[in-house]
């Protein structure tokens, strides 16, 4: 199997998993689930690497992305990351990665992440791999890049997201490939069918 085809299976898996997750005992040995304002809790026998990486993860997500302090961005993702995102184009660098993760809070002002109930990767830490919840509420008029305008509905959203990361050897990600349905996403905005 090719490592898309991986990358695609787990990420399935991650997505699935997240509605039934639930955090774990660290005493199994299990990975637990991290939350926001929450200390990251201990897992036995995760590689120190892999701890790492999700330790950064949980990072971007629930404090860099959420807060949008995008002056922090290099701390997971190398100058000129490639991103994958759900529609299929991809950007190259942080600047243009930066401008599609602003457009989330011209509509969406409380746009946030706050949970990563499924967190795992490989044991050397090259890739790893979290999922969770964009949430937010549809406040400000969506402005689509060609110039199309959709009011805001009042409408909040809670939708699965899942982010797998390729690490390179200096602890950043050098490509992330993020999903979500976007159809359901319109849906949960009441813009969608």
Not at 119 to 127: N, V
């Amino acid at each position: 199997m090719n490592t898309i085809k991986k990358v695609a299976l787990s990420v399935s898996i991650a997505i699935a998993a997240v509605a039934t997750a639930h955090a774990a005992d660290p005493q199994t040995g299990a990975w637990p689930a991290t939350k926001v304002g929450e200390a990251t809790p201990r897992a036995k026998g995760m590689p120190p690497i892999l701890a790492k990486n999700l330790a950064t993860f949980d990072d971007l997500d629930f404090r860099v992305y959420t807060k949008q302090e995008w002056d922090d961005l290099h701390l997971s993702h190398a100058k000129d990351i490639v991103v994958h995102y759900p529609d299929g184009h991809t950007t190259t660098g942080l600047p243009d990665h930066i401008k599609e993760l602003d457009f989330m809070w011209t509509f969406a002002p409380d746009n946030r992440i706050t949970e990563h109930p499924v967190r795992f990767g490989s044991s050397d830490g090259e890739w790893s791999a979290v999922a969770g919840f964009i949430e937010g509420t549809f406040t400000k008029p969506m402005v689509l890049p060609d110039g199309t305008v959709i009011q805001p509905t009042g409408k909040k959203y809670r939708l699965p997201m899942a982010t797998l990361g390729h690490w390179n050897k200096e602890g950043q990600m050098a490509e992330e490939f993020l999903y979500w349905d976007n159809a359901a996403f319109m849906k949960q905005l009441g813009v969608g069918n």
